[in-house]
T-cell receptor, first 114, second 114 residues
């Protein structure tokens, strides 16, 4: 069982829809991450939040909008996505961004864009 | 961050030790070696990490060469449930604009046979 909880597990949406992915952790971690993983490829970093502030944006298109409302929650708001955005979206958390303590991952949201 | 090189696939008999190599010849002094694995349809699972000393935990052992240019992950008694993609990642934890980022390579697909 993972200590990082992601909801929903599966999401199907049209290109004009607006939806949100949610990630929650209660380990007291102050760094949270979004990754994207296409089929048969390794995960790729999208965003990093450190102490609820955006620290890294890996040049992600604006149709993906992250939000960190508090230290336990991380959201990814989706709008006007394209079929190529279909992927597994993974959330992770760690003690702090610059510390050696490892990142812990959720099991992801599998997103399909129609 | 330094790049890593891993064999694309390996096989192991159940009950035997699985030794997964990783080359990171350009590793710098402040970079740690991390190992994660990803079982199908799950998020990456942290296994172990180290800086320069060998490390052991309940899951595995990590052997880092003295020059730190390569490492080996050892699963002492592989089971069928250890079949997964294993990622070796080098990560800086301080300094620069990308500290704390996990950059996944292609990994090694380990298949454990009965």
């Amino acid at each position: 069982d993972t200590e990082v909880t992601q909801t929903p597990k599966h999401l199907v949406m049209g290109m004009t829809n607006k939806k949100s992915l949610k990630c929650e952790q209660h380990m007291g971690h102050r760094a949270m991450y979004w990754y994207k993983q296409k089929a048969k490829k390794p995960p790729e970093l999208m965003f990093v939040y450190s102490y609820e502030k955006l620290s890294i944006n890996e040049s992600v298109p604006s149709r993906f909008s992250p939000e960190c409302p508090n230290s336990s929650l991380l959201n990814l708001h989706l709008h006007a996505l394209q079929p190529e955005d279909s992927a597994l979206y993974l959330c992770a958390s760690s003690y702090e961004q610059g510390r050696p303590q490892p990142q812990h991952f959720g099991d992801g949201t599998r997103l399909s864009i129609l | 961050d330094a790049k890593t090189t891993q064999p694309p696939s390996m096989d192991c008999a159940e009950g035997r030790a699985a030794n997964l190599p990783c080359n990171h010849s350009t590793i710098s002094g402040n970079e740690y070696v991390y190992w994660y694995r990803q079982i199908h349809s799950q998020g990456p699972q942290y296994i172990i990490h180290g800086l320069k000393n060998n490390e052991t935990n309940e899951m595995a052992s990590l052997i880092i060469t003295e020059d730190r240019k390569s490492s080996t992950l050892i699963l002492p008694h592989a089971t069928l449930r250890d079949t997964a993609v294993y990622y070796c990642i080098v990560k800086a934890n301080a300094g620069g604009t990308s500290y704390g980022k996990l950059t996944f390579g292609q990994g090694t697909i380990l298949t454990v046979h009965p």
